[in-house]
């Protein structure tokens, strides 16, 4: 067996663990579930962490659950929330707890005939032979009041002022995620429970159950909640969270925002989203320490984990993205972008419309980045002449000889002119 809690713990990704965990691991092949979400059809990376946590576990020999909450998804879990949830309806969770699956499937074994593989399960699926008053009575009499009272999570929200208290319904959120952790430890020997900081609670209360209804042990571990430097909020952009789902948050956005990490963050993130070995990833940061402006770090933080969610071709595409405005590149880079990736590149640049009957007619570029445009390009032809006379001027990467050169460029995904005019000022023709 392979020291999980080692692993884990020079990776940064240990903030509270139960007394002898780690010697509980090491003992046999163990069985261990972390929670999911399933309130949308994609993750986001901010479930990354729970993920490579159960990655790790299945590294080290051990069997991972991936717990879908379809009902407590119908239900709302209070912790680090100001107000309840949306309720889903069954058929929306089944839908979402499906696309789930599948991007597990890139970070986790489901398939194979180990005795690790990976299993996927939804708490809908036993929490729905429940009645209320069987529930009441089997579970929630081994709970008291006041423990449930003394929880982090509901002291907080009960105590702040943008709160408008707490309805019972979420009151009674950690009986049932406790209650999915005895399901698990009597169902499938399942000992350990992961999560984020937040869940400590919700996840104690499970070990408390199992202690006073299964009458074992259960172990409990959780990994910080990932900050940024800044103060800003992990995983979020202006456009929202960076999913998973490459129509939510495309290939190229995904590379970008790991690019733009800060130094501090980029050291910190490497060793939590990446697989790198130890000794990689302390060369790693010792060049880059070196050398910080080459930004070495967020170039391989990306890179692994564009790779590890997308594909390498998905990469490929992202960097020839990149280096188009910020590296030198080819027309052939350009054609090769997908329309979406080319606007997104291109995205806040100004952008003119012309016929196709107007293109045809231009007289020759001069023409075309002057008064077709209405002076987005140039203001006037005699500056264009000038700027395009001084070597300055491309049009798909393809630096303009003369100011009477004909337009004869192939148009990108056969509707679109890239205009660039000294390193820097870019312009799209759109052409309809």
């Not at 595409?317 to 590296?327: D, E, N, P, V, Y």
């Not at 640049?349 to 002057?370: F, H, M, R």
Request: charged letters at 25%.
């Amino acid at each position: 067996m392979k020291d999980f809690v080692a692993e884990l713990q020079w990776r940064g990704m240990i903030q509270d663990i139960m007394p002898d965990t780690a010697e509980h691991l090491m003992e046999s092949m163990r069985a261990a579930y972390v929670g999911i979400d399933p309130t949308a059809d994609s993750l986001h990376i901010g479930h990354l962490v729970g993920v490579m946590m159960l990655k790790h576990f299945q590294e080290c020999g051990h069997k991972p659950y991936a717990l879908i909450g379809g009902a407590t998804g119908m239900i709302g879990d209070p912790s680090g929330k100001s107000a309840e949830r949306n309720l889903l309806d069954e058929k929306t969770l089944r839908h979402n707890q499906e696309s789930i699956k599948e991007q597990l499937s890139r970070f986790l074994d489901f398939d194979s005939d180990a005795p690790n593989a990976a299993k996927l399960v939804n708490n809908y699926d036993w929490m729905k032979e429940f009645s209320f008053l069987g529930f009441i009575r089997d579970v929630g009499k081994h709970i008291t009041v006041n423990y449930m009272m003394a929880k982090d999570s509901v002291k907080k929200r009960l105590s702040s002022e943008a709160s408008e208290g707490m309805s019972f319904t979420e009151f009674t959120y950690q009986l049932v995620q406790g209650y999915d952790f005895l399901h698990l430890y009597k169902e499938a020997d399942c000992t350990l429970q992961m999560g984020g900081s937040d869940q400590w609670g919700n996840i104690t209360t499970g070990t408390e159950l199992i202690r006073r209804i299964g009458g074992g042990k259960a172990y409990a571990l959780t990994c910080p909640l990932i900050t940024k430097a800044d103060g800003t909020k992990f995983g979020k952009t202006e456009g929202g969270n960076i999913w998973l789902d490459a129509e939510r948050t495309s290939p190229y956005q995904f590379y970008q925002y790991w690019l733009n990490t800060s130094d501090e963050d980029a050291e910190k993130y490497i060793k939590i989203f990446t697989f790198l070995e130890k000794e990689e990833i302390e060369s790693l940061i010792a060049t880059h320490r070196e050398a910080p402006h080459a930004r070495a770090l967020q170039k391989r933080l990306a890179e692994e984990i564009t790779v590890m969610v997308h594909s390498k071709e998905d990469l490929e595409m992202a960097q020839k993205a990149s280096s188009i405005l910020f590296g030198k590149s080819t027309t052939e880079d350009l054609a090769s972008l997908d329309e979406k990736t080319l606007l997104q590149v291109f995205d806040g640049v100004p952008q003119a419309e012309i016929s196709k009957d107007q293109l045809a007619g231009a007289e020759n570029v001069t023409d075309l980045l002057s008064e077709l445009t209405g002076g987005m390009v140039f203001s006037s032809k005699g500056e264009a002449r000038r700027m395009i006379k001084g070597g300055g001027v491309s049009i798909n990467k393809q630096k303009l000889g003369s100011a009477e050169d004909k337009v004869t460029h192939e148009l990108l995904q056969d509707k679109y002119l890239l205009a660039q005019k000294g390193k820097k000022n870019y312009y799209l023709i759109k052409v309809v």
